[in-house]
């Protein structure tokens, strides 16, 4: 799955300030989504692919681990488009019981899917859901964001469409 030679594990302004901002669970009814204060390392992530997969092969060059839901499944930024920028790549959600989906288009998207009050967990089981704006991600987005403002539910439409194989691709991965 799409290799990068950039290891370059600085967090993008936009998730640092993420990482900052507290988010609502809500007692289940927000978003289930603690951002990290930097992505994981090239090590912990390869760590991580090989153990959700079961496939000692893999390395988690294409992915930078950005933060989990209460259970332990992890959003990523993935290398889906070669050669592109980190704020340009697709934001992936690989869960705990082996749930996992394409979320957003890229890191501005990802964004506008928060402030629409869906996290990385909801996008891949409840999409349609019904959006729950919250205030602190607006603003955050709105300071960070260079795409249109959308509801969460066409962010997540528009990626999967781009990406349409990406849950295919993985499940070929898992031995």
Request: proline residues 7%; negative net charge.
């Amino acid at each position: 799955m799409n290799r990068t030679t950039d290891d370059d594990r600085t967090l993008p302004p936009a998730l640092a300030d993420l990482a900052r901002t507290e988010i609502d669970y809500a007692d289940g009814e927000g978003i289930d989504f603690e951002p990290y204060d930097a992505f994981d390392s090239a090590e912990e992530t390869t760590d991580w692919l090989r153990q959700w997969t079961g496939n000692p092969e893999l390395d988690g060059d294409a992915y930078r681990v950005f933060g989990q839901n209460g259970a332990g499944g992890l959003a990523a930024v993935w290398y889906g488009r070669p050669g592109r920028p980190l704020a340009e790549q697709p934001v992936v959600f690989m869960g705990s019981e082996g749930e996992c989906g394409v979320v957003a288009g890229n890191l501005s998207d990802f964004l506008w899917m928060l402030a629409d009050g869906c996290g990385p967990l909801e996008a891949v089981l409840y999409e349609d859901r019904e959006p729950r704006p919250d205030a602190a991600l607006t603003a955050l987005a709105e300071r960070h964001a260079t795409t249109p403002r959308r509801p969460a539910r066409a962010v997540i439409a528009e990626a999967r469409a781009e990406f349409p194989t990406f849950t295919e691709d993985i499940d070929a991965l898992c031995r």
